[in-house]
């Protein structure tokens, strides 16, 4: 799992050639880096939530009690790893009239790796300050567009042509799975958080 990670980041095009060789299963490609890289924002958003708490540019921070942060987290991890599916069979879809369509199991793994950025981008959430989280989720955006322009002719056996419109494609729809799950996470965030409030108040 490690050599991907920093293969996708260091060699992007060679890195892609190793994963392709490996004709890795779903199953396989959650076991040892879906389910690990999607815990970096959850576990990084649990702490920064619970302990440092959200800050909107003023002096005061709001923050989640630690079993609604819990609750909180398992949500957000559960919607991490339906995305990553959804992404797959999305860009499987969108395949369907390319002569070389390649098999769903190979959409979601490859829909696994190129969001490697977005998971790492997650650390910042263990400090979460707003502007700061938005600018690491626009270098993951950016690093997951590059690694999808990159990696869709070679990994998805498809030409250059191909590859650039489905890729555009992918990562526009793609943000706005990111955008939607952001906006899921955002007001579960704010429901726990005025739950901690309410709490508090009658404690």
């Known amino acids: 799992m490690i050599n991907h990670v920093w293969g996708l980041i260091h060699h992007p095009d060679k890195e ?4 392709n060789k490996e004709h890795e299963s779903v199953s396989h490609l959650y076991l040892h880096h879906v389910l690990w890289m999607a815990a970096i924002p ?25 079993m609604d942060g819990l609750g909180l987290g398992v949500l957000f991890y ?16 969108m395949a369907r009239n390319f002569p070389n369509r390649p098999p769903r199991q ?5 829909a696994g790796y190129i969001a490697t950025p977005m998971f790492l981008s997650g650390i910042f959430a263990i400090y979460p300050i707003i502007w700061l989280c938005l600018l690491a989720c626009v270098a993951g955006v950016a690093y997951t567009g590059y690694l999808l322009y990159r990696g869709t ?6 030409s ?11 990562l526009g729809i793609g943000v706005l799975v990111l955008e939607a799950l952001l ?21």
């Not at 702490?47 to 630690?66: C, N, P, R, Y």
């Not at 002719?153 to 498809?158: A, H, Q």
């Open 42 to 66: 959850v576990v990084s958003t649990f702490i920064g939530t619970t302990q440092f708490g959200w800050t909107f540019g003023g002096d005061e921070a709001i923050k989640v009690s630690f």
């Open 78 to 93: 559960a919607l991490i790893l339906v995305a990553v599916a959804m992404v797959g069979s999305l860009i499987h879809w």
């Open 106 to 110: 190979e959409c979601i793994v490859f």
């Open 160 to 170: 250059h042509k191909q590859g650039f419109i489905l890729s555009s494609t992918t």
């Open 16 to 19: 892609w050639r190793e994963i």
């Open 183 to 203: 906006a899921a996470v955002v007001l579960l965030w704010s429901l726990g958080s005025e739950h901690s409030i309410v709490w508090s108040f009658f404690q």
């Open 153 to 158: 002719p070679s990994f998805l056996g498809i």
